[in-house]
């Protein structure tokens, strides 16, 4: 069974179409990037499949059922200007609205949820940090805080909205490790991208996207220079690029 099944996708602000006509069948145990220009539609298509954002048309299945019954099984990260950095809230207590899921309908965490708590900023090394006020953090620790998040939610599908934008060498090294290992566990990585240079390294599959689904495949077969200038459309510093992206 697909893990992410979408079917015929459109999403409108104002009337005006975003993304228009989207499949996607999508399966497990992969990291897939989704390329494309500025205002292509990338963080609504993440938005979409979510179920956060109402849709034209389309239909949309997580492990075969509708979003409401899988949510618990995707964790989200979103760009990062979305988050309010200014809200007085502690490293460990972001990282713990990882578990609510997993709590009950009135529920304290308890021990358990607090080991995981600890084990997911251990493995960003930020469990020194858990104390600390998010607003005084680094761009490049606060993403990590949100891997922990994402890592202690403990979910099947995890979706990152430009994690790499804004981080320091070492956080990216951190994401692209923790990347490969949820991929090695079978888990379906979804990573909106829009720096071209990695994407070769970085991910198994791409999707490309300017409004409406460009390619969708292995890397190898679709990162080309004729999809990579389809889907940014005669922008010429990218044109100039793109033999040498590609490495033709
Ligand atoms: P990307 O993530 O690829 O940069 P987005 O999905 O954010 O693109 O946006 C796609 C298009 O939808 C853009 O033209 C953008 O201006 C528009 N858009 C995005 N969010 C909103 C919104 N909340 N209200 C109105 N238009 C929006
Ligand atoms: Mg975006």
């Known amino acids: 069974m697909n893990v992410i099944s979408v079917k015929n996708l459109t999403v409108s602000y104002h009337k005006k179409p ?23 539609g990338k963080s609504t298509l993440l938005k979409g499949i979510l179920g956060l954002l109402p849709f034209d048309s389309g239909e949309i ?21 979305q988050f309010d950095w200014d809200f007085p809230i502690n490293v460990h207590d972001v990282v713990m609205m990882g578990r609510y899921a997993h709590l009950p309908m009135i529920g304290f965490p308890k021990a358990k949820d607090r080991e995981i708590v ?30 922990a998040r994402s890592l202690a939610q403990e979910s099947d599908i995890y979706f ?16 692209f490790n923790l990347m490969k ?23 198994d599959k791409l999707i490309l996207i300017n409004q ?15 999809m990579i200038n389809k889907t940014y459309g005669g922008r010429l510093t990218i044109l100039q690029r793109t033999e040498e992206l590609v490495g033709q």
């Open 18 to 40: 975003a993304i228009k006509g989207i499949n996607l069948e999508i399966d497990s145990g992969s990291v897939i990037g989704i390329v494309g220009p500025n205002g292509a």
């Open 61 to 81: 299945k997580i492990f075969g059922k509708d979003i409401d019954k899988s949510r618990k099984r995707i964790s989200y990260i979103p760009q990062r200007e």
């Open 118 to 147: 600890d084990q997911a900023l251990q493995k960003v090394e930020m469990l020194k940090y858990a104390s600390r006020q998010i607003r005084n953090l680094s761009g490049g620790q606060q993403q990590r805080i949100f891997l």
């Open 160 to 175: 990152l909205d430009e994690p790499f934008v804004g981080v320091d060498a070492k956080t990216e090294k951190a994401i």
């Open 181 to 203: 290992e949820l991929k090695d566990e079978g888990k379906t990585i979804l990573v909106v991208h829009h720096d071209l240079g990695k994407v070769l390294e970085y991910f």
């Open 212 to 226: 409406t689904l460009i390619a969708y495949g292995n890397t190898k077969d679709v990162f080309t220079a004729e």
